[in-house]
T-cell receptor, first 122, second 115 residues
C-alpha cells in the first residue's frame, strides 16, 4: 500500500520551459512535504519543502504547490535547465513524535514516492 | 570531509560472506537513518537512530544488523544475505529538535550486489 505516489515515471521538457512534477498521497495525517533531487551515483539532496498550513512555497526557480483537499502536491521548475535533469522524489511526513527516550528529541518518519525522471533537453 | 559519507561505494559479496557498510556524518546531527532503494521502488526506511538509540526498526530481517556507536557514525552489518538484497543502501542524517520536522541529508549510497 503506497501512501505517496508519483504516477509519472518520467518527464521530458525543453530548456526554458516549465517542468511540473506531480505527487499524490493518501494519508491525511501527513502535514509536511518535501522534494528531493537525485543525480546518478549520488544520494538524494533536499530541494524544497512545504507545511500543510501553506499552499505555496517558492525558492528561486522552484515552487511547490499543495492542495490538501485533493491530497496533491506539485513541483514547478521554471525556467527548466539541462542541469535540472535528475530523479525527483516527493516525501511526506506526519507530525513528529516526541521521543520520551532519546533525550526528548522528535522523529517524523518520511514516506517517499517512487520518483520521476526529469530530462531537460537543450 | 563534509556532509554524509558512505563506504564502500560499491560492494559485491557472496551469500555466505559477512561485510559492513559504514556511514559518517559531519553535520553535527543527532539522528541517523538507513534506507534501501531497489530498482523502480520508493526508498524504504530500515532503521532510525536518535541520540544513538534505535527508535525504529521497520520489520527488517535479522541478517541486517545496525550499530550506532556515536551520533556521527552508523554501521550496517550484513551476513548471509540473499540475492534479492541487492540494492542501493543509503544513509541519512538529520537534526531532530523537539517538535521539529526533520529534513534529512543523504550520503551517496553503497551499491550492493549479492551473488
Amino acid at each position: 500500500d503506497q501512501q505517496v505516489k508519483q504516477n509519472s515515471p518520467s518527464l521530458s521538457v525543453q530548456e526554458g520551459r516549465i517542468s511540473i512534477l506531480n505527487c499524490d498521497y493518501t494519508n491525511s495525517m501527513f502535514d509536511y512535504f518535501l522534494w528531493y533531487k537525485k543525480y546518478p551515483a549520488e544520494g538524494p539532496t533536499f530541494l524544497i519543502s512545504i507545511s500543510s498550513i501553506k499552499d505555496k512555497n517558492e525558492d528561486g526557480r522552484f515552487t511547490v504547490f499543495l492542495n490538501k483537499s485533493a491530497k496533491h502536491l506539485s513541483l514547478h521548475i521554471v525556467p527548466s535547465q539541462p542541469g535540472d535533469s535528475a530523479v525527483y522524489f516527493c516525501a511526506a511526513s506526519e507530525t513528529p513524535k516526541i521521543l520520551s527516550r532519546a533525550g526528548g528529541t522528535s522523529y517524523g518518519k518520511l514516506t517517499f514516492g517512487q520518483g520521476t525522471i526529469l530530462t531537460v533537453h537543450p | 570531509e563534509t556532509g554524509v559519507t558512505q563506504t564502500p561505494r560499491h560492494l559485491v559479496m557472496g551469500m555466505t560472506n559477512k561485510k559492513s557498510l559504514k556511514c559518517e556524518q559531519h553535520l553535527g546531527h543527532n539522528a541517523m537513518y538507513w534506507y534501501k532503494q531497489s530498482a523502480k521502488k520508493p526508498l524504504e526506511l530500515m532503521f532510525v537512530y536518535s541520540l544513538e538509540e534505535r527508535v525504529e526498526n521497520n520489520s527488517v530481517p535479522s541478517r541486517f544488523s545496525p550499530e550506532c556507536p556515536n551520533s556521527s557514525h552508523l554501521f550496517l552489518h550484513l551476513h548471509t544475505l540473499q540475492p534479492e538484497d541487492s540494492a542501493l543502501y543509503l544513509c541519512a542524517s538529520s537534526h531532530n529538535d523537539r517538535g521539529s520536522y526533520n529534513e534529512q541529508f543523504f550520503g551517496p549510497g553503497t551499491r550492493l550486489t549479492v551473488l
